[in-house]
């Protein structure tokens, strides 16, 4: 049953990042990128969970956190950079 | 080794440890300076004499140190018959030399720096005829191309002395160059590089295939260092050495190298017809030339200069004729040699300091303002000459004999003739030497009216015109001796053919021919006037013209290549690279071949396929719209994201999280530049030249991918197999890729560390540099302050951060305490503090997050790197290699037992300067924006809930 459903929601989270490169590529705003870039961490986030439970291990479910942490970060620099320009003001 | 073995290296080092004296004593005056020249040469030489005896008595002394024996280098010295002679006459004129140098040197003269360079020639020298090993030699004989250099250019203030040295290095490095190759294969001809095992194996060396390649080369070397035809050009343009030098090095000793590597080789390579006409011929091409070209210089060094390079020509042509007895006789010459044409130099050199002037045409009748020079000058010229009563005169006939006794390409008479002629033009230089500077009548147009100089400086000179005559009337009691001892050694043992060192042999040929040349050489004094005028209007090649054409035009070929391929563009240096790699990469494909694939393909999961098709995608969104620059980072923010998922997938999860931390340092440094940069990047290069990039980089792209996809269908052996079976045993770590990097290649990680430490220095140090110059008036006047919006220091933004670093500091801490044996270590945990700190940064802004800031970044970068280095060097106080770890289990309670590594001491040195180097690039860069008239905000936040005020503080 597990796998059926790991199928699914890995299928999903795959269709997901496709549709987040979609969105990157074409826009239209900066911002839509950015949030999109964003939301793609959060998959990827996602899927390295989904793989883990899959293999049974709880390496992937560190390494999701750690991704988790620092993933953000970039986004964040990203919207200042939009918004204020100088990250670091 | 015994004691004799230990005074031989005491004797090879004496010199170069006494080069560091004269620099000092300088201070206490130039006669000081001068008796410590004299100091360790004397010591040297009284050890070569306390040797001497058992020498003479046919024994070998040697010495041994191992030094390199993987590659069969040793610091091995050998005292034989051959060495002890010259050993005794590169001591014994380096005492001459010092004292008339001490007189001869002028006030204006840095002294202590000419005898720091005379004693570090001479400890080269001595190593030469020393050393029992040829790499040693190689050493030794680079070292006196390169102290002699300096010795030549020593007056730097003139053009002569310069390109002087400049042609002896070039001429005598060259022919270095090519006799290390001729060394090096005879080595492997013979198994060793110790010169006592190749003497040994003469033999089977002539018998080689590579004789003829080793012969060649090894003359290249020998040619050049004696001033042999045609690379005769350099010796004369050595001159504009002071004439100490010259006496020293361009009579005595470094000229006599060559001719003493082709004693010492002499039996091994002799005795072939190719050594016998190569050797013999250019000796005697050498040895007519030079004397010709002396006869009608007028620069008194000059012409002994020519006639030096003439008698070295004998000197070769006598060890070319292949025969025992010619090789004696040239061992005897070379002690003749030494002895007249030294004291000629000197007397030169005299001369040059007394009258100002050292042009034959303007000087004349000087016997009777200088009798002292007068006699020394004319014993040494009569001795030159080869006039009986002298030194000179004995050789000069034993070459004359041994000459007469040489059949040259089937003809009985060439040699003898040609030799006569040589002997012919010498006797009418050493004539001219006399009649034309010390007889005739006295002048009153000298320069500077001369006289006699004082003994400091005529006492050397006279010691060696009193050998002169005291060889040339008692050779077999005084030079019998070591001519023996030493020409037993040049011919490799055996019996000493039969030979007399007497005046008189009877009537023989030598004796006609000597006569012949006599008379000749005084006839052709009488004609010099008119001879001299048809010289000078004949056309004749300038070796110094050639030579400096052949300069100019290889340093046009090298600009030439090198301005063509570094022309400053980037994409040409990228182009040239990748090309050159794929070319390689080809070439090395199409030779080996490769075999069918051995492994199947494995089954592409769809979700990885998705992450595949983003890779893909990404790149090429990349680079169609890398001129958008702010998008093109956003889109290298997926290719970093897939990545690190990548490194997941593939079991690598500390991979990964380096992956992404270093992903989101980067982006941020990009974009903190960014903002003081255009935002888009112009169209520079026309479409063809972008069309070649594209073909090239898609090129390179296959060419790689093709490869990697090729190594992954096959079984390849690497060495990861035995990182995985040692890690634990050898690194007492589980984490394979934390004991790679700490243990294993702990020595590049150490370097690497050291690398990113002055990265980060020269990022700041760069910066500083910038924002002094017009860049910073630049951005003062730029405004980069539209359209923003009001939230600097948003709360929410504040909050988080704050939430966020103590966990961010407690999740580095433990992914670094537990580095060793799973996923994790100190880069991974330095980037993660880094970017915890980053995030204050960004929040609460620069000036705020500065004044928090206790330890600069600076200190944490060379604290890292010397907490790493002591850490590798503790490893020396247990007896073990630089950077061996060791380990060991602690047992605290209440805590479980936990493991104890060195190598934790290491990642912390990783770990610190990885956060200091990060953290003063990101530093760094953001101060540009303080310069661009930026404004900082001291206050944590924009409003502060428990603080009503709002303090905004400006700064310029």
């Not at chain 2, 080689?208 to 040619?223: C, D, K, Q, R």
């Not at chain 2, 340093?555 to 240096?573: K, P, Q």
């Not at chain 2, 661009?932 to 303090?951: C, H, K, L, R, S």
């Amino acid at each position: 049953m597990i796998e059926a459903a790991l199928l699914f929601a890995s299928g999903c989270y795959g269709l997901a990042l496709l549709l987040n490169l979609w969105r990157i590529s074409f826009g239209p705003d900066l911002a839509d990128r950015i949030l999109a870039l964003d939301t793609m961490v959060i998959n990827v986030i996602a899927i390295l969970v989904l793989y883990g439970i899959w293999k049974g291990t709880a390496i992937y479910f560190e390494a999701a956190m750690l991704v988790a942490m620092v993933g953000f970060v970039s986004t964040v620099a990203y919207c200042r950079f939009l918004l204020r320009g100088d990250i670091i003001e | 080794m015994g004691d004799g073995g230990n005074f031989l290296i005491v004797i090879a080092l004496l010199p170069f440890i006494g080069a560091l004296l004269p620099g000092l004593m300088i201070r206490a005056g130039r006669t000081a300076c001068a008796i410590f020249t004299a100091l360790p040469t004397a010591l040297a030489l009284t050890l070569v004499l306390i040797l001497a005896p058992a020498v003479m008595r046919g024994e070998v002394i040697q010495a041994e140190l191992e030094w390199l024996p993987q590659l069969g280098l040793s610091a091995s010295f050998f005292l034989d018959g051959l060495g002890l002679l010259f050993a005794g006459m590169i001591l014994g004129v380096g005492l001459l030399i010092t004292l008339y140098a001490r007189f001869y040197l002028s006030g204006e003269d840095p002294m202590g720096q000419f005898y720091t360079f005379l004693l570090l020639f001479q400890g080269a020298m001595l190593g030469i005829v020393l050393s029992d090993n040829i790499l040693l030699l190689l050493i030794f004989w680079e070292l006196t191309s390169l102290s002699s250099f300096l010795l030549i250019g020593y007056w730097k203030h003139l053009p002569e002395g310069r390109q002087g040295a400049r042609i002896a290095l070039a001429v005598t490095g060259g022919g270095g160059l090519a006799m290390i190759g001729g060394l090096l294969i005879l080595g492997n001809i013979a198994g060793s590089y110790n010169l006592t095992d190749i003497l040994r194996q003469g033999d089977a060396i002539r018998a080689s295939e590579w004789y003829h390649l080793a012969l060649v080369l090894i003359l290249l070397g020998a040619f050049t260092k004696s001033a042999q035809f045609p690379f005769h050009f350099w010796l004369p343009h050595a001159m504009a050495a002071p004439t100490p030098v010259s006496a020293y090095l361009h009579s005595a000793t470094m000229v006599k190298a060559g001719v003493f590597l082709m004693a010492r080789m002499w039996p091994v390579l002799a005795g072939t017809e190719a050594w016998f006409y190569i050797v013999s011929t250019t000796g005697l091409i050498t040895m007519i030339l030079g004397a010709a070209i002396a006869l009608f210089k007028d620069d008194l060094k000059a012409l002994l200069a020519y006639s030096t390079v003439s008698h070295l020509g004998l000197l070769t042509m006598l060890l070319g004729f292949g025969t025992k007895l010619a090789a004696i006789v040239a061992v005897f010459h070379i002690i003749n040699h030494l002895t007249f044409k030294a004291a000629l130099f000197m007397t030169a050199g005299i001369i040059d300091h007394e009258a100002h002037t050292r042009d034959i045409k303007r000087l004349g009748g000087l016997r009777h303002l200088m009798p002292v020079t007068f006699v020394i000058g004319t014993i040494g010229a009569l001795s030159m000459a080869g006039i009986p009563l002298f030194n000179g005169f004995l050789t000069k006939e034993m070459m004359l004999e041994e000459a007469a006794h040489t059949v040259w390409a089937g003809s009985h008479l060439a040699l003898p003739v040609l030799a006569t002629l040589g002997a012919l033009l010498s006797v009418a230089y050493s004539f001219r030497f006399i009649s034309h500077v010390f007889l005739g009548p006295v002048r009153d147009d000298y320069p500077h009216k001369p006289h006699d100089p004082p003994f400091g400086m005529w006492a050397a000179p006279a010691l060696l015109v009193v050998l002169v005559i005291v060889i040339g009337i008692l050779p077999a009691a005084i030079a019998g001796p070591l001519v023996a001892v030493a020409g037993g050694a040049v011919i490799g043992g055996g019996e000493l053919p039969y030979y007399s060192l007497k005046i008189w042999h009877g009537i023989t040929p030598a004796l006609f021919m000597s006569v012949i040349a006599v008379a000749g050489g005084a006839i052709v004094l009488w004609l010099h006037r008119p001879l001299d005028r048809v010289w000078i209007t004949a056309p004749r090649p300038e070796a110094k013209v050639i030579f400096d054409r052949l300069i100019a035009g290889s340093v046009t070929i090298s600009r030439a290549i090198t301005e063509g391929t570094h022309n400053g563009a980037i994409s040409r240096y990228l182009a040239i690279f990748v090309v050159t790699s794929v070319l390689l990469g080809a070439l090395a494909f199409a030779g080996g071949g490769l075999g069918a694939p051995t492994r199947e393909l494995l089954p592409v999961p769809p979700i990885f396929a998705v992450g595949w098709i983003m890779l893909i995608v990404a790149t090429l969104l990349v680079a169609t719209l890398h001129r958008q620059r702010f998008q093109a980072l956003v889109l290298i923010g997926i290719i970093g994201l897939m990545v690190s998922a990548g490194f997941v997938y593939l079991s690598a999860p500390d991979l990964a999280l380096t992956q992404i931390s270093v992903e989101t340092v980067t982006i941020m440094l990009l974009l903190l530049a960014l903002h003081f940069l255009p935002k888009t990047t112009p169209v520079e290069s026309p479409v063809s030249l972008r069309l070649r990039d594209a073909v090239i980089a898609m090129t390179a792209g296959g060419g790689v991918a093709g490869l990697a996809y090729a190594f992954l269908l096959r079984d390849v052996g690497t060495i990861s197999d035995y990182h995985l079976a040692n890690s634990y045993e050898g690194g007492g770590g589980t984490n394979v890729v934390n004991v790679i990097l700490v243990d294993f290649r702990g020595y590049d990680t150490y370097g690497e560390i050291i690398v990113l430490g002055i990265a980060g220095l020269i990022i700041f140090a760069l910066m500083e540099a910038l924002l002094d110059g017009p860049a910073a008036r630049r951005l003062r006047n730029t405004d980069y302050s539209q359209n923003r919006s009001r939230d600097r220091h948003p709360l929410m933004m504040v909050v988080a951060t704050r939430v966020m670093m103590p966990i961010a500091v407690v999740v580095g801490i433990y992914i670094f305490l537990r580095g060793h044996n799973q996923p994790g270590g100190g880069f991974v945990s330095g980037l993660v503090i880094a970017v915890a700190l980053l995030m204050q940064y960004m929040a609460s802004g620069f000036a705020w997050t500065q004044t928090r800031q206790r330890i600069e970044y600076h200190t944490m970068i060379g604290w890292g790197v010397i907490i790493a280095g002591l850490t590798g060097a503790g490893a020396w106080l247990a007896g073990k290699p630089f950077l061996t770890s060791s380990f060991t289990y602690v047992h605290l309670p209440p805590i479980e037992e936990f493991e104890l590594a060195t190598a934790m001491l290491f990642d912390l040195g990783v770990f610190l300067t990885v956060l200091g180097a990060v953290m003063l690039m990101l530093y760094s860069l953001s101060r540009i924006a303080r310069y661009a008239g930026e404004t900082v905000n001291v206050e944590p936040m924009d409003y502060d809930p428990a603080d009503t005020i709002q303090v905004t503080k400006e700064e310029g």
